[in-house]
């Protein structure tokens, strides 16, 4: 797969400097280049490498197109460049190119046009797979699932009963969606499983990483809005929801009932309380812990970063100390006072 420059340029929405019939046929960071790829700078700390690279085109924004010895595509956003490239030169297969012998698929499956089915995958009584739907190998789809067009599903993904996916949708390997949410009530020291009997709606344009689990909802539904991306190894419990292009990374965690607002970002090792709202833009950094409601957007962090070992136990020593230590200062603060007076 190749394209011209003039040919991208026209597909990314950029200016060509140089020779418009270079033909390109990779894409590779400015250090690891070769001819016949096109690289992107999107952070000025790289600035030098553009007059040693070898790659044949290189995506910059207009202010360091001088510094190309080589073809140039001038643009404002050159990450946002680099990103519709790749999606030119994307050789990523589908998760099956036919329906397979193997599959199971009950008698009154809805089968769309272009729907390929994998080997041994499973799909059960009421299921509609819209058009274009891509199922991988060994994956299950439960009772009257529906799967919107042109979704894909890789392998050993389970969906559950009445789960629902919206098109352009991707659900990456080793999935969970719609397993019974953790509701249990507590009877004299033993636990009585309550049935949950909600779904998971899975909106338009949602990716969801690998070995990620969405719970279903116990009396209404968990819902994960249009454009949301998921990492991998996210666990959203029972009736959570999850604003508009809100992006989460990988091995956070959302309690039940909780409501994320659109547009957050929210980032390795999180964990979210449940029973709260975030509000819209709000940013967690690495390790936070959310205990209560976020009602106006901003950067949130806690926790403490990584420090020497020894460094580490002095200060937790110290922290242990905090309750006799604010004793003693209060004590002193009255006895200040005492004496001012």
């Known amino acids: 797969m190749s394209y011209i420059l003039a040919d991208i340029a026209k597909k990314i929405g950029a200016v060509v400097k140089g020779d418009g019939q270079c033909e390109i046929s990779g894409i590779a960071t400015l250090a690891d280049a070769r001819s016949g790829q096109i690289a992107f700078l999107a952070n000025n700390k790289y600035s030098a490498q ?14 360091e197109a001088d510094k190309c010895q080589s073809n140039a ?6 990450y946002m460049g680099y990103a519709l490239v790749a999606q030119l030169l994307d050789t ?11 599959a199971v698929i009950a008698d009154d499956v809805i089968i769309g046009k272009g729907v390929t ?11 509609n797979l819209a058009d274009g739907v891509s199922i991988g190998a060994g994956s299950f789809i439960g009772i009257a699932a529906q799967i919107g067009a042109n979704a894909t599903i890789w392998s050993n993904v389970s969906i559950y009963h009445g789960v629902i996916i919206g098109e352009q949708s991707s659900v990456h390997a080793n999935t969970v969606i ?3 949410g953790f509701g249990y009530a507590n009877n004299k020291g033993s636990w009585v499983k ?7 709606i899975i909106e338009d344009n949602v990716e969801i ?20 991306i998921l990492d991998n190894q996210i666990q959203i419990a029972h009736n959570v929801i999850i604003g508009e292009n809100t992006a989460i990374a990988a091995c956070s965690v959302i309690a039940g009932s909780t409501e994320i607002g659109k547009n957050c970002v929210i980032a390795g090792l999180v964990g979210i309380n449940g029973h709260i709202k975030i509000a819209d833009g709000c940013v967690f950094t690495g390790m936070t812990m959310v205990t209560k409601a976020i009602t106006s957007p901003g950067v949130y962090s806690s926790g403490m970063p990584c420090q020497p070992n020894k460094e580490w136990h002095k200060n937790n020593a110290r922290v242990r100390k905090l309750e006799s230590l604010t004793k003693r200062l209060s004590t002193l603060e009255k006895e200040l006072a005492t004496l001012k007076s």
């Open 50 to 63: 553009l007059a040693s690279t070898k790659a044949s085109a290189i995506i910059v924004t207009q202010s």
């Open 73 to 78: 595509l001038i643009m404002d956003n050159p």
């Open 92 to 102: 990523t297969p589908k998760p099956a190119n036919q329906i397979h012998a193997s």
């Open 117 to 127: 089915i994998g080997a041994n995958a499973v799909i059960e009584a009421g299921v």
């Open 178 to 180: 719609g397993a019974d």
């Open 194 to 200: 309550i049935p949950q009997l909600g779904t998971v």
């Open 209 to 228: 990483g690998a070995s990620t689990t969405i719970d279903r909802g116990a009396l209404g539904n968990t819902i994960i809005k249009s454009g949301v």
